[in-house]
């Protein structure tokens, strides 16, 4: 028998089916999964957000109204689309709040299966990976980049191009200072030569801290760049 990763519950020893084909590996007891909400189709084309959950006036075709205004701001077509796993909701913030900011590394493998699987489904012609990096303070107050972790556990080589460039606290700037600053810097031992790249990041939020990686791996020669998160707020 094998302990669930979040609630340490033990799991049954009559397996379900489900459980059985989500094989020994599986990191969560059925009660913990039956709290995650896996994102479904219909979504939006471009940040993958479940469109059964918004209201029509929040749905521009095929996609959401947030991709809407990214699509006629300078950020257009810096990233191709986003996918992620699941919905942000109570369940996920806690977990979240017990992988990302009290540094549960144990937490990791609790989707791994899935994860691989929308990995494969949407992305298994990128070249290589890149996590979002987090600022070196951050980085040293968690001990760990969750970006990094949740990008180890995908079949690609990581590279790490990104750095964050220190600023000020957000909140000083108003929404058109904000959308304009840069927040990461590129520094590698060679231009990116056109390849397919796959920036992973813990959640999709605004979009802004994907599009802004975008823009400078575009700057630096990446070709197509898409992103995949494992949750969607
Ligand atoms: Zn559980
Ligand atoms: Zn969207």
Not at 149 to 172: C, D, W
Request: net charge positive.
């Amino acid at each position: 028998m094998n302990a669930c990763l979040y609630c340490e519950g033990v799991h049954t020893s009559q397996f379900t089916f489900s459980q059985f084909l989500r094989g020994v590996e599986n990191g969560l007891c059925e009660l913990c999964l039956k709290k995650c909400l896996f994102i479904k189709e219909p979504y939006c084309l471009l940040c993958g957000r479940s469109l059964l959950r918004l209201s029509s006036q929040f749905i521009d075709h095929d996609i959401c109204k947030d991709c809407a205004i990214w699509k006629t701001s300078s950020y257009e077509g810096m990233m191709t689309k986003n996918r992620s796993l699941l919905h942000y909701n109570d369940f996920m913030k806690e977990w979240m709040k017990r992988f990302k900011f009290q540094g549960d590394y144990a937490l990791l493998p609790s989707f791994k299966k899935e994860w691989r699987s929308l990995f494969y489904q949407h992305f298994k012609t990128c070249s290589f990976i890149i996590p979002i990096p987090l600022s070196e303070e951050r980085h040293f107050e968690r001990g760990f980049n969750q970006s990094e972790a949740l990008a180890s556990l995908l079949p690609r080589q990581i590279v790490s191009p990104l750095s964050r460039i220190h600023t000020e606290k957000q909140s000083k700037k108003n929404k058109q200072e904000r959308l304009q600053e840069e927040l990461f810097s590129f520094s590698f031992s060679r231009k990116l030569n056109n390849e397919e790249v796959l920036l992973i990041d813990d959640i999709y939020t605004t979009g802004a801290t994907l599009y802004k990686a975008s823009k400078v791996l575009k700057q630096n020669g990446a070709g197509l760049i898409s992103a995949m998160t494992l949750a969607r707020s």
